[in-house]
T-cell receptor, first 115, second 114 residues
């Protein structure tokens, strides 16, 4: 089951602009994470926000979490060509009715930064 | 540290063949997991392990076996390959926490089943 669903599926902006991606999920979570995947590569962790946090910053990244709406957003400021990649949100979800077993990923937002 | 390593990088199998995808980490992480990624999809959890000797099923475990005899290694076995198992496979590891903590991913294994 796809817990996290990113929006939009694709986003193309000019270098220097800000990029915003959104993620919605369905169940209670302990944390929500954002990952980046360059074409043909493994995923790289960007940021983790816990369920009791509302906003977190890391460099040019800003993540918000609204647990009442079950949604999160990732903002990349002053985008660069190197930011071109797919971005995934991931939440911890229980498969067996006990503790969280693994991450559940959305289908991702494909971000293209035009030079 | 090498981080998470996976071998092979690419593999072509015929339907019915078996093989083992290798995964190793040198970060002394207790938690390890296997995901598959299909075109246009996010990753889906196949199996996971919270420590040596402990494994459990994820979302899509059918057709796959795992074992965890050491902290470092977590191999994934395809018992009888099927074309539906054509995918990119990622291994990941992390510290164990109250939830699923930051995952460190390997570079992936691209598998084609004919």
């Amino acid at each position: 089951s796809q817990q996290g669903e990113e929006d939009p599926q694709a986003l193309s902006i000019q270098e220097g602009e800000n990029a915003t991606m959104n993620c919605s999920y369905k169940t209670s979570i302990n944390n929500l994470q954002w990952y980046r995947q360059n074409s043909g590569r493994g995923l790289v962790h960007l940021i983790l926000i816990r369920s009791n946090e509302r906003e977190k910053h890391s460099g040019r990244l800003r993540v918000t979490l609204d647990t009442s709406k079950k949604s999160s957003s990732l903002l990349i400021t002053a985008s660069r060509a190197a930011d071109t990649a797919s971005y995934f949100c991931a939440t911890d979800e229980t498969y067996s009715g006990g503790g969280a077993d693994g991450l559940t990923f959305g289908k991702g937002t494909h971000l293209i930064i035009q030079p | 540290n090498a981080g998470v390593t996976q071998t092979p990088k690419f593999q072509v199998l015929k339907t019915g063949q078996s093989m083992t995808l290798q995964c190793a980490q040198d970060m002394n992480h207790e938690y390890m997991s296997w995901y598959r990624q299909d075109p246009g999809m996010g990753l889906r959890l196949i199996h996971y392990s919270v420590g040596a000797g402990i494994t459990d099923q994820g979302e899509v475990p059918n057709g796959y076996n795992v074992s965890r005899s050491t902290t470092e290694d977590f191999p994934l076995r395809l018992l009888s390959a099927a074309p539906s198992q054509t995918s990119v496979y990622f291994c990941a590891s992390s510290y164990s926490g109250s939830g699923i903590e930051t995952q460190y991913f390997g570079p992936g294994t691209r598998l084609l089943v004919l």
